[in-house]
Antibody, heavy 119, light 110 residues
Framework: QVQLVESGGGLVKPGGSLRLSCAASGFTFSDYYMSWIRQAPGKGLEWVSYISSSGSTIYYADSVKGRFTISRDNAKNSLYLQMNSLRAEDTAVYYC????????????WGQGTLVTVSS | EIVLTQSPATLSLSPGERATLSCRASQSVSSYLAWYQQKPGQAPRLLIYDASNRATGIPARFSGSGSGTDFTLTISSLEPEDFAVYYCQQRSNWPPVPFTFGPGTKVDIK
């Protein structure tokens, strides 16, 4: 069965960095676009970034552009999010999600990893 | 950027009742509209995609309709496990933002 398992979250000071990972299993990872979506405590969902199956196409939300970098390693079935210059407003649960084959929706999600930015 | 508005913010109903949730887009999204269910402490789950197609394993009591700017998620008869928050999500032609979510509708027990 499809599994997505995030790791790497934690407490970081404003201006600091963190790297999130997402380990995928149960499907052919290299066939799918992948995305990061976040949810601030008690708030709604915010799309953060997506990456194409080969890694050649990448998009970011304006709120993270220039600070976050998405990448993938298809040989390791893994997705990453490098987060730099973190701000208090980046505090959220970060979900790794798989895009459907027609790339309109997210059909599988990980359990999420909490990132807290605070001094 | 396409903005999604959901109504009502909260829907208080009893088990067995029918739930009707609305999602409105600030401009046409064709049929590129999905619905997700999220329970406390859990990740969202895809319920409906392309406005009216149930995702794998989703019970028939969940149905979606609409196109363009107005969409509806209907739960025909609420089960205890259906009390949750529901989000709509659209995919637009980018740039700038390819995916946006609505603010959510909470369905709670009356």
């Amino acid at each position: 069965q499809v599994q997505l398992v995030e790791s790497g979250g934690g407490l970081v000071k404003p201006g600091g960095s963190l790297r999130l990972s997402c380990a995928a299993s149960g499907f052919t990872f290299s066939d799918y676009y992948m995305s990061w979506i976040r949810q601030a405590p008690g708030k709604g969902l915010e799309w953060v970034s997506y990456i194409s199956s080969s890694g050649s196409t990448i998009y970011y939300a304006d709120s993270v552009k220039g600070r976050f970098t998405i990448s993938r390693d298809n040989a390791k079935n893994s997705l990453y999010l490098q987060m730099n210059s973190l701000r208090a407003e980046d505090t959220a649960v970060y979900y790794c999600a798989r895009l459907t084959t027609h790339r309109s929706n997210f059909d599988y999600w990980g359990q999420g990893t909490l990132v807290t930015v605070s001094s | 950027e396409i903005v999604l508005t959901q109504s009502p913010a909260t829907l208080s109903l009893s088990p067995g009742e029918r739930a009707t949730l609305s999602c409105r887009a600030s401009q046409s999204v064709s049929s590129y509209l999905a619905w997700y269910q999220q329970k406390p402490g859990q990740a969202p789950r895809l319920l409906i995609y392309d406005a009216s197609n149930r995702a794998t394993g989703i019970p028939a009591r969940f149905s979606g309709s609409g196109s363009g700017t107005d969409f509806t998620l209907t739960i025909s008869s609420l089960e205890p496990e259906d009390f949750a928050v529901y989000y709509c999500q659209q995919r637009s032609n980018w740039p700038p933002v390819p995916f946006t979510f609505g603010p959510g509708t909470k369905v709670d027990i009356k």
